[in-house]
């Protein structure tokens, strides 16, 4: 199983929205609504984001949201923030309890 | 508060075994699918294995199928992965997560298992 891509970078300044975008086929993300997304900061283990696409755990910013359109999932991270600087990683099932992950996708915030 | 704390990282050479834990507390362990994701040096992260709730079925990514095995002690509220014949591209964080279906929730800090020639 491929991993899912992702851009390797992508940057915006304060208040600006960006996407990420997250590419993977009829095997995972255009056949399962099981999309999540998760923040990285360097040394630390990942936290969820977004899952089922488009739901966001309690406690995590509204400036976060997700969404699908067949084969490519998006995180938009509106409101920009320096906080926001991490790497994130995009996850779809690939069937049952298997999983593949992004390529991961390095924001910063100029 | 959930905790996923895990440990048995180290150095080996390879083609040696090593075994990593995952102590759980804050949640109720028994009622919760486990998996096992690990992240190399300077990479990504790439899932590596599940176990469900009660033990009875367990996948694997096709990199470690028949070399990694996960298991799990509910008694104990503790995760398992016994990890066979390492290979450099073993090198990476280890970390457990807890599963609700589809995604994973919690995550544990890593344990970093390290194969050298």
Known sequence: QSALTQPASVSGSPGQSITISCTGTSSDVGNYNYVSWYQQYPGKAPKLMIYDVNKRPSGVSSRFSGSKSGNTASLTISGLQAEDEADYYCCSSTGTFTYVFGTGTKVTVL | ?117
């Open chain 2, 1 to 117: 508060q959930v905790q996923l704390v895990e440990s048995g990282g180290g150095v080996v050479h390879t083609g040696e075994s090593l075994r990593l834990s995952c102590a759980a507390s804050g949640f109720t362990f028994s009622g919760r699918g486990i998996h096992w994701v690990r992240q190399a040096p300077g990479k990504g992260l790439e899932w590596v294995a599940f176990i469900r709730s009660d033990g009875s079925n367990e996948h694997y990514a096709d990199s470690v199928k028949g070399r990694f095995a996960i298991s799990r002690d509910n008694s104990k509220r503790m995760l398992y992965l016994q990890m066979n014949s390492l290979r450099l591209e073993d090198t990476a964080v280890y970390f457990c997560a807890s599963s609700p279906p589809g995604y994973f929730d919690y995550w544990g800090q890593g344990t970093l298992a390290t194969v050298s020639s």
